[in-house]
């Protein structure tokens, strides 16, 4: 067990030597234990050092020692489900001295990513991908010719969602060879480990009894009322000690649960599930922030860590001297996560009918006051984004007030629902969207890049983008008030320090405002992008609007510009393609007005991970990069003017 993250290397001999699983698999078993410790402490140096996922990885450490030790990675397939996990699968197969790259522009991604290694089978970041993955996976082995093994990695919360289900029963009906590791971190499906479940998990798991079911069967098939009381018998025994019935009523053969840490047991029930055919499913107990002290304790809280940064020097005290002239600390600046959990504790309490809704996010979307405050008010549906928004619907339908809170790259996964069930029926359902935009270390899987495009083409719906703290407030209060279904989106982060009202207070829907004058350029921000809007306006002598709404644009305020300005420029930290200055676009093609438009967004390609003002300024979306990019479009109209003028 450790108290304290390593600041300095550790010493770690045995783990030096794994430069690949071949090299895993040279142990001998005895081995592997001190393996373990080795590569839990490098994981927790190399994660203090980057800062990244955190806890999972800890809880899998025996777990992925024994996948490598008993299959044949890279030919074997190992695919993870979201990925949190796997920083200790990264050390283990080539990338331990890449470690301390993680998650930096041009380094490791935070999750598997099959450009970056073979043994990264499959790219995630989404989670309940991984068992209809390996089984597409098995079915192509199968189809090669090949005897490679699939298997898939998922957690007890990814276990939440509807599309694990789907894969479990099309991978039971398939009768493929697979093999499913049900991670239970939280005891959500069984509570029961013992020493009863644990000597019938040995038997289910070894030759003897496989051989059984193979062989002895085949013997009992020939007198049906033996064959039938030793089915009845086995169905019994396991379903007093196991939570097996319903992975075995889909058609899997269930093992465990077992200590996902007991090394000998992993590596003895690994080897002989490999070798037995069809679909089949290991359940695995482990603990969270294993082997760290304080992750145990608060594995929610430990979930990710921030890099650690040397402690600063305590400058003296000097006795006698005047403070009177010291500069004051600047105001702490509030994430919009913040921002958005006082909102929905302030309208809660203003409004009955509202209802918060989340799907697995509570502490990434600020509601954690709430959920202590208006606990009847509250609900948390699990990995199950689609039911979040269709559950949501329903509570409309019988006069609530639903706000559903979700970051904006799950939103795409309940696209059907909130077209289908809300938009079309035109019900009442406000979206908080979060991480909206780049979301910097954690890569183009979980980039908000989308929404605008996505949302813009929905009748019905009503799309605000704040630029600052208090405009998130009041365009959440606007959006809340909407008779209809309406979106905020704002990113991940802090805002610019704009204090807040207290107040809620809505703003007039469909309304922009001008804050700076200017000529020949007017930059339409959509957006948190507006601080460099107006450092690249300062330079360019430009106007800029913050439009606040996407839909209904602002086409009054639009009008304008267009009329007094030579060049229009749309901002907005959204895909180009589809997005806000698409609409302003038609909007004027419409009007058959034909003042040049410069569109500045996200390019039509995906972002790799990095620190977000390097993303921005990789996207030209720094007000240098805006300055640049106005300059270069403005040579041609400058012409164009000099040559109308001289003629």
């Known amino acids: 067990m450790f108290d304290e993250i390593p600041l300095k290397r550790p010493t770690t001999p045995l783990l030096d030597l794994i430069d690949s699983p ?65 920083y200790p699968h990264k050390i283990l197969t080539g990338r331990r001295e890449q470690m301390l790259s993680m998650r930096q522009a041009g380094g490791l991604s935070g999750f598997p990513k099959r450009a970056e290694s073979e043994f990264d089978t499959f790219g995630v970041g989404h989670s309940s991908t991984s068992i209809s993955a390996a089984l597409g ?130 590596t003895h029930d690994l080897a002989n599930l490999r070798s037995i055919g069809g679909p089949k499913l290991l359940h695995i107990i482990t603990r969270k922030g294993k082997g760290f002290t304080h992750a145990e304790k608060d594995p929610v809280g430990y979930h990710a860590l921030n890099k650690i940064e040397p402690k600063p020097k305590v400058a003296e005290v000097v006795l006698g001297s005047d403070d009177t002239n010291k500069p004051q600390p600047p105001r702490r600046k509030k994430k919009y996560q913040e921002v958005f959990g006082d909102w929905l504790c302030d309208m809660a309490s203003a409004d009955a009918r509202l209802i918060g809704i989340t799907p697995a996010m509570c502490e990434g979307s600020g509601m954690v006051e709430f959920s202590q405050r208006f606990p009847r008010r509250y609900h948390d549906v699990a990995i199950a984004e689609q039911h979040a928004v269709t559950l949501a619907a329903g509570l409309a339908c019988e006069g609530q007030k639903p706000v559903v809170a979700i970051y904006s790259t799950f939103l795409q996964r309940a696209y059907d629902q909130l077209i289908h069930d809300v938009a079309i029926q035109n019900l009442d359902v406000t979206f908080a969207i ?28 009503l799309i605000a983008a704040p630029s600052d703290e208090n405009e998130c407030r009041r365009l959440l209060t606007t959006a809340y008030q909407y008779p209809g279904p309406s979106a905020v989106r704002y990113p991940r982060g802090t805002g610019s320090g704009a204090p807040e009202l207290a107040e809620l207070l809505p703003l007039p829907v469909g309304e922009g405002r001008v804050v700076r004058d200017g000529a020949t350029v ?126």
């Open 137 to 266: 996976m098995a079915l192509g082995a199968e189809l090669a010719g090949t005897e490679r093994k699939a298997v898939a990695i998922i957690g007890d919360g990814a276990m939440t969602a509807g599309m694990a289900f789907e894969g479990l029963n099309h991978a039971a009906h398939s009768g493929r060879d697979m093999l499913v590791i049900l991670n239970d971190n939280n005891m959500s499906i069984s509570e029961n480990v013992g020493g009863l479940n644990d000597y019938f998990s040995r038997i289910w798991a070894s030759k003897l009894y496989t051989n059984f079911r193979k062989g002895g069967k085949k013997v009992l098939a020939k007198m049906p009322q033996a064959m039938e009381l030793a089915r009845k018998a086995e169905e019994h025994m396991k379903g007093m000690v196991s939570p097996a019935t319903l992975f075995e009523e889909l058609g899997f053969y269930y093992v465990g649960p077992i200590d996902g840490h007991d090394l000998e047991r992993l």
């Open 434 to 461: 979060d991480r909206a935009g780049l979301v910097g270390e954690d890569g183009p899987t979980h980039a908000g890049s989308f929404d605008l495009s996505f949302l813009r083409c929905i009748p019905n719906l």
């Open 522 to 647: 007017a930059i339409l921000n959509f957006g948190t992008l507006l601080p460099a809007a107006l450092q690249a306006a300062e330079q360019l002598g430009a106007s800029v609007c913050d439009m606040r709404f996407i839909k209904p644009l602002d086409t009054g305020l639009i009008q304008r510009m267009a009329s007094s300005h030579a060049l229009l420029v749309t901002l907005e930290e959204n895909a180009v393609a589809g997005g806000a200055g698409s609409a302003v676009m038609e909007w004027l093609a419409a009007a058959a007005c034909e003042v040049p438009v410069l569109p500045l967004g996200l390019p039509d390609q995906f972002l790799d991970h990095g620190k977000h003002p390097h993303l921005l300024q990789q996207a030209g979306l720094g007000s240098d990069g805006i300055v640049a990019r106005i300059k270069q479009r403005l040579r041609p109209i400058t012409n164009a003017t000099k040559a109308s003028t001289a003629s």
């Open 22 to 86: 071949a090299d895993l698999r040279q142990l001998d078993r005895e081995q592997l234990p001190q393996l373990a410790r080795e590569l839990r402490e490098f994981l927790l140096y190399s994660v203090g050092q980057t800062g990244g996922h955190f806890g999972a990885g800890l809880g899998v450490v025996e777990l992925t020692i024994a996948l490598h030790y008993c299959y044949d990675t890279p030919a074997d397939r190992l695919v993870w489900d979201v990925g949190h996990q796997t």
